[in-house]
Every structure is written in structure tokens, then in C-alpha cells.
């Protein structure tokens, strides 16, 4: 297991069109987070899975963004509506029993709204 | 969660040791200090964890004091691939077992040649 891989790497998209980002955690990772972070900002709280079930989402995740983990794997976030604000790297983190807070992150998803 | 404040930006040459000081003067007793980094186009990378008094690992070393409303990283003889931006966090686990972590803006270290 090589860590956590988020595809795609980078995204431009036109305003108004929908986006999907895929995230693999660690196999082993029960808990699985989504994170965004805006240029010079420290990376904020999106959305909690533990295992398949979405447990917390932040007021941030607003109606236009839906998160899924099905069957406690992969996790994909979808954009829907696309709009100029959403301009981010989207970061997703997994950790396991036990680790608390030590998360490992992917290398995000870069998106670029135009 | 409990607020923290730490230097927008340090400055350092190679070889020195660094220490990066946060202070979080609302820790409630739950709260653990936890520290990440995180290099440009990367997502952070956990450095270390805490609760109270010393933590040492492979990276790096934390000290925590009796109060607790602080806490320092230490990270010894840096070099240039060290850096990066530092971020102190306190973290609480939820009622739905989250550890959830809230990032302020960090510390930018540079290591100068």
C-alpha cells in the first residue's frame, strides 16, 4: 500500500459544469476525511466518514457538495454547479484504529474554476 | 477547539536546531497538540503528537508544559529539505469518533544555505 492516492491530480473546469475527485485511502483506514485548502490558508474541514457512514460535514459543505464512501473504500466528493469560489486543492485523509490524529494525507486534487 | 497562535514565518540556517513555539491557551484537558508539515502542491504529513511533557521521535521532538497552554517543536540540525510550512493543532475526538483537526496558517521556515 503505497498511501493515499487522490485522482485526478489537477482540474479545470468552466463555471456551472459538475466535478467528481476519487480518494483511495489506506486499506486498512476506517476513517476518512475531506479537507479544502485555498492558497495561504491552513486546510479546512469538509466532511468525516468512519467506514461507509457519513458521521460530521461541515458548514462549509454546502448543498452543491455530496460526499460518498461506499462500502467503506474509495470516497469520491462531487462539485456540482461549479462556481469561481470553489478554486481549491481538495485533500483527502485516512487514518486507522488507534492513530488518532495522526492522519496520512493524499496530494489533493487541485481545481481550478474558470 | 482551541484556538492557536504560532509565527506566520522563521527563518533558519542549515545545521541549526529550530524550535517553533504555538501557544493554545484554551486547551480544554481532552485536547491533544498534534504537529504537521507540509511541503508546496502536497498534502500535510503528521510530524508529531502530544499530550503533556516531552514526546521524541525520528523528526522531531515536542515539549509540552505542566499548563499546557503552549508547546514548542524542536526539530533538530535542519536542512534545506526541511522547508516548509508548520502547523500546530490541537484536536479533540467527537462524539462520533472523529478526530477532527482545525489548521490555522502555520509557519513558514525557511533554511537558508
Known amino acids: 500500500d503505497t498511501g493515499v492516492s487522490q485522482n485526478p491530480r489537477h482540474k479545470i473546469t468552466k463555471r456551472g459544469q459538475n466535478v467528481t475527485f476519487r480518494c483511495d485511502p489506506i486499506?486498512?483506514?476506517?476513517?476518512l476525511y475531506w479537507y479544502r485548502q485555498t492558497l495561504g490558508q491552513g486546510p479546512e474541514f469538509l466532511t468525516y466518514f468512519q467506514n461507509e457512514a457519513q458521521l460530521e460535514k461541515s458548514r462549509l459543505l454546502s448543498d452543491r457538495f455530496s460526499a460518498e464512501r461506499p462500502k467503506g473504500s474509495f470516497s469520491t466528493l462531487e462539485i456540482q454547479r461549479t462556481e469561481q469560489g470553489d478554486s481549491a486543492m481538495y485533500l483527502c485523509?485516512?487514518?486507522?484504529?488507534?492513530?488518532?490524529?495522526?492522519?496520512?494525507f493524499g496530494s489533493g486534487t487541485r481545481l481550478t474554476v474558470v | 477547539l482551541a484556538k492557536t497562535t504560532q509565527p506566520i514565518s522563521m527563518d533558519s540556517y542549515e545545521g541549526q536546531e529550530v524550535n517553533i513555539t504555538c501557544s493554545h491557551n484554551?486547551?480544554?484537558?481532552?485536547?491533544?497538540i498534534t504537529w504537521y508539515q507540509q511541503f508546496p502542491s502536497q498534502g500535510p504529513r503528521f510530524i508529531i503528537q502530544g499530550y503533556k511533557t516531552k514526546v521524541t521521535n525520528e523528526v522531531a521532538s515536542l515539549f509540552i508544559p505542566a499548563d499546557r497552554k503552549s508547546s514548542t517543536l524542536s526539530l533538530p540540525r535542519v536542512s534545506l529539505s526541511d522547508t516548509a510550512v508548520y502547523y500546530c493543532?490541537?484536536?479533540?475526538?467527537?462524539?462520533?469518533?472523529?478526530?477532527?483537526?482545525?489548521f490555522g496558517k502555520g509557519t513558514k521556515l525557511s533554511v537558508i544555505p
Open positions: 484554551n486547551i480544554a484537558t481532552n485536547d491533544y
Open positions: 493543532l490541537v484536536g479533540r475526538s467527537t462524539g462520533a469518533g472523529s478526530y477532527q483537526l482545525t
Open positions: 486499506s486498512e483506514h476506517n476513517r
Open positions: 485523509a485516512s487514518s486507522g484504529q488507534g492513530e488518532g490524529y495522526g492522519y496520512t
